[in-house]
């Protein structure tokens, strides 16, 4: 079960739903072969929905596991949209780069490698130095903030993938 729907309603919309095109539909059967733990296709598909919705300019992941997720909310980036995904384990990142360059999504995609927590530290004392991208760090901090309220951010971060949380901005 996840968080969206239960077992059955699952099973129903596995069944029905096609695999992604393209490179991403590649890295999509290549993780699930591999049992590497990326987003249930009706939580891609519920994500697709929110997307199209929102519109975001900038999209904030939280475990980058290998891309699979980024790539996918690349497809509803305005042009000049980003997505930075953060991770700290390496075993994924090395396949994220990967995925990355495969796709051709370097100039959308960014990686900041590190625990959250360390990086919005970072970027606070960044702040305090020099004035570029400032509320870029701002966001980042409140976003932060705001999740560990909520016991987000422990949830993401207890397993390598096991939860991954977006924020769009």
């Known amino acids: 079960m ?25 890295i999509q059967k290549e993780a699930i072969a591999a049992e590497v733990p990326i987003v249930p296709p009706e939580v891609a598909r519920l994500l697709s929905v929110l ?9 904030l992941e939280i475990g ?13 980036l305005p042009e ?29 995609i960014k990686i900041l490698e590190g625990d959250v927590s360390s990086i919005v530290d970072r970027a606070v004392r960044q702040t305090a130095e020099e004035n570029d991208a400032a509320e870029d760090r701002k966001n980042l901090l409140i976003l932060y903030l705001w999740m560990r309220r909520r016991g987000s951010i422990r949830r993401s971060c207890r397993t390598a993938c096991g939860f991954c949380l977006w924020a769009v901005f």
């Open 51 to 59: 997307l199209t919705m929102q519109k975001p300019k900038n999209i």
């Open 64 to 76: 980058t596991a290998v891309a699979f997720s980024a790539g996918l909310m690349c497809r509803y």
């Open 2 to 26: 996840n968080y969206v729907t239960d077992d059955t309603m699952n099973a129903y919309l596995r069944s029905v739903q096609p695999m992604y095109d393209g490179v991403l539909g590649e």
């Open 80 to 108: 000049e949209g980003t997505v930075t995904t953060i991770d700290r384990y390496e075993v994924m990142l090395k396949d994220a780069r990967v995925n990355i360059k495969r796709m051709g999504l370097e100039d959308k």
